[in-house]
């Protein structure tokens, strides 16, 4: 089986009626036309399977939702996802402040998760198993995990098979946080790791799990910790007018 997974893609549609903020993340709403390279490089590569680790959309909103569907849907394959961040991000008119607010704390993400839901995108924590290999997938979009996911995730590693792990955020462990530092000491790395479970290692990754794919960083890089090959992937996207001088990241492994 030949998968391909992506990195965030962060897609705004040109039609998202809120002008000024599409204007104040120009550096994500117009890099969508590159996505058009990844529709040619997956249709090429004919996978059975295309995983993105989250972050379909730089925020979610029912226009920038269908948008993102009806991208994925050219790539002509079966497409899954495991949400980040910003595709439980919204954003609302604040007339005191005549600004946009961004809000993702309390419940009020579950809004977005319904909305994603209802367009047939299920970004729940899940299992794909294809042969001797278990595609894990599970939800850590706000550098957490939901209520259960350490009692789930510690059951669906299946010792029987090579385990690959497919979530939005990085592993907290110090090799990790430490190529992070190396790369951009700038980073406050807290809010760029699992920091609010850093025992997930120790308890159902270390020993058990083959490889972890992850996002959320935007820039590339593996790291190996007895056994596990941690790949971070970079924006799968790239700006045409600023950042990113090259084609992101779009890994392509094969399962059994």
Not at 69 to 89: I, K
Not at 190 to 209: R, T
């Amino acid at each position: 089986m030949k998968l391909i997974i992506l990195g965030d893609l962060q897609l705004v549609s040109p039609e998202e009626p809120m002008e000024e903020l599409r204007i104040k993340r120009r550096h994500f709403a117009d890099a969508w036309p590159s996505f058009q390279d990844i529709v040619t490089k997956v249709r090429a590569e004919a996978p059975d399977l295309v995983v993105c680790v989250g972050d379909l959309v730089d925020w979610y909103s029912e226009t920038n939702r269908d948008f993102a569907v009806e991208l994925m849907g050219q790539l002509n394959v079966r497409w899954e996802a495991t949400p980040g961040n910003h595709d439980f991000s919204m954003y609302e008119w604040n007339e005191e402040k005549q600004n946009y607010d961004d809000w993702k704390n309390g419940e009020r993400w579950l809004e977005a998760d319904k909305g994603w839901k209802e367009a047939g995108v299920n970004l729940d924590n899940r299992v794909i198993d294809t042969g001797a290999t278990r595609l894990i997938l599970m939800n850590s979009a706000f550098s957490d995990i939901l209520p259960g996911t350490r009692e789930w995730l510690a059951e669906a590693v299946d010792s029987d098979r090579a385990n690959i792990l497919i979530t939005h955020v990085p592993i907290d462990i110090p090799p990790v946080r430490d190529y992070i530092a190396s790369i951009d000491p700038r980073r406050k790395i807290g809010d760029y790791l699992h920091s609010h479970v850093p025992e997930l290692y120790e308890e159902s990754i270390k020993g058990k799990v083959r490889d972890v794919y992850t996002g959320h960083l935007h820039l590339p890089g593996a790291v190996t910790v007895e056994g596990t090959h941690m790949h971070l992937l970079s924006l799968s996207i790239v700006s045409q007018i600023k950042y990113y001088p090259g084609m992101g990241t779009m890994e392509i492994i094969h399962v059994k």
